[in-house]
């Protein structure tokens, strides 16, 4: 150590920069670090900004981004201009913050030395300044970054442009990507975005990723440049292998599709995996669906739900409403209505039109908070108003039910016609309520048209509510044989008031024959049902005997539930025959 002491004593500091320029060339780090330092405690610009770079690349050195920054601030304070762009670039990128760096110990120093920190835009914009004052196309560029990116009070974006500008025409790459991107939002004509797509080609012909993942997206596209998606693809798939995350994500989706190549899953996935695990949601939620199909393997609903769940929380909607759907049918993940609803909330409130109708059936159903329920109208009518009937459908029964402060019949009658130009359900709840004269006028004729539309679409309530109005005469000509056929159909599908009125129809109404037998038989099933009407009818059969059997115990079992149901005949008959029970007592 002596000897290279005495050594660097007899050299001047010109003359050590130079040996250590000639040294660090022949690729002998540990050799020329000395002499590098020697010059650089001399004062000398040029031999302090190479200190830096052998702290940053730990050449001749233990590496040290703190010492490497020191140095390198020391040598632009000299006017160094290759110093001042690269520190200007380390502050922008969050690498060094020097004015952080001026109040904070040695001992933290220890320990974060190698973290990204919050970019320093400040001292940024002043190093890249004198760099871009001094003529250099990348300090140039730097500085106008700083002016298009940097916090609001440092943003100057005619300023920034001209500044790209200068850098392109230079010849600088940063400044040719950023003068692009700059230009395409000043530009509207054919000619600028040619001339977009001119400087996009030089900066990606230096091997910028991002330039030539943007003017892989222009060519697709055909902005400013003949349209050929082969060639696009070729570009994403180059700067995907470049490192770019949103290219890996195209190249990914580009292999997974078949898209200007040969499909190929397993090298889709690869990709996308990566550009997933680098923030691209779109990726990692197609990784999620690879995982979530049958296919050539079975589902992986795991796997699939921890895509979904990294795309979901990087804002990707469809991937929260299917990990809310995973969650419902617990498919790889804990069955959970609560998560469930959690997540459908997400997508719905950033606009996913099909998690704010699912969103809104769960709280429907009782999921959710109580203040959900105020959002329920607006996600259906945003639904339905852009012609989701199903949407249209639950909105008019929302509002019939008063989900709001009160019921909106009105309103109600208003969406069940709209969904009724498609819906069976919505063919019958309109026609109930244009029989009703509710929500708007009666209409017996046109509720009637609803009826049978319904009815012929397999709605069972439509189909007895048109046998009633068949039966009736009402909205059209009678028809009791029409009818009788409607009841019977209906009580097929186990309708209890198309039992009870076939149990009427068959204790003589209508002028229908009277059959006691089967009166008392449909009565039984519809009461057996729970139909208040039918057990009343029963408890009359029973305790007459009516149908040949005589029962007053089962007869007043009926009585009861009939009374249970409100109905007052019943209340009032339960009252009498209590009351001639206590006298016989």
Sequence with gaps: MLVVDRLLSLLSPAAALRRAIRVSELGKAADAFPLFAHAAKAGLAEAEHRVALCYFGGLGVPASRQEGVRWLERAASHGYVDAQVVLAGLCAQGLANLANDK?????????DQDEMADPDFESALKWARQAADAGSPKGQAILAFVLTRG???L??????????????????????LGYALSLAVRTSDEKGR????????????AELPTAIYLLAVLIEQGVGVGRNPTIAVELFKRAAEKGLPAAQARWGAALMDGYC????LGEAESWLRRAGLAGEAEAAARVGNLNARSGERPPNYAEAASWYRRAAEAGHKASARALASLHLTGAGVAQDKEVATDWLRVAAEGGDQASQVDFANLVLQGEGKPEDRAKIAGFFEQAAASGDLVAALNLGLWLAKGGGDAPDERGAAKWLRIAANGLPMAQYLHGRMLAEGRGEKPDLEAARELFTRAAEAGIVDAQAALAEMMLNGRGGGRD????????????????SGAMFALGALSDGEHGLPRN?????????????LGNGHAQLMLSRYLAAGLAGEKNPIEARQWLEQAADHGLVEAQQELITLNDEHSQRA
């Design 103 to 111: 109040t904070k110990g040695l001992a933290v120093h220890l320990f």
């Design 261 to 264: 190549v040969e499909q190929d």
């Design 480 to 495: 009791t044989a029409g009818a009788l056929k409607l009841f019977e159909k209906a009580a097929a599908s186990g309708h």
């Design 155 to 176: 943003r100057d974006l005619d300023a920034a442009h001209l500044w790209y500008e200068r850098s392109a025409e230079a010849g600088c790459p940063e400044g040719c």
């Design 151 to 153: 916090p609001e009070h």
């Design 516 to 528: 006691r037998n089967a009166a008392q038989r449909w009565f039984r099933k519809a009461a057996e």
């Design 194 to 205: 040619r001339r977009v797509v001119e400087f996009l080609r030089r900066a990606a012909e």
